[in-house]
């Protein structure tokens, strides 16, 4: 997404939130985030998602209502999680949900943006 250098923390306890469709993530830089089911699914770094380049990226509707069916560690370094709409392409290294985190009300808000300029909705 950016190419701003981000910590390099490494988690330290990951929760999946079911009802509430939180992962709450903190990492031992101190940093605790929780980032909705949505906003992840919204922001899969997959190819399906991000597209080949810049350009390619496909805006993704009516995932409000998304949750997580599995959370699957990929050696040290990511997580792949899978979600209950059927993807689970996307590999979020840590760096990646850090940015994820650190950055979300940004994010989220340019996702909102988006959505509205295709006349698209989150339902």
Request: charged residues 20%; negative net charge; glycine residues 10%.
């Amino acid at each position: 997404m950016s190419g701003q250098s981000l910590p390099s923390a490494q988690p330290v306890e990951i929760q999946l939130h079911q009802v509430s469709k939180l992962l709450e993530i903190a990492f031992d830089d101190g940093a605790r985030f929780e980032l909705s089911c949505e906003y992840l699914r919204v922001y899969s770094p997959s190819a399906e998602v991000r597209g080949h380049g810049v350009g390619q990226e496909r805006l993704q509707t009516g995932k409000q209502h998304v949750g997580i069916t599995a959370l699957e560690p990929v050696g040290h370094y990511a997580l792949k999680i899978t979600f209950d709409d059927g993807h689970d392409s996307g590999l979020y290294s840590w760096t990646y949900l850090y940015e994820l985190g650190a950055k979300r009300d940004q994010y989220w808000q340019q996702y909102l943006d988006k959505l509205a300029a295709a006349g698209a909705s989150r339902e």
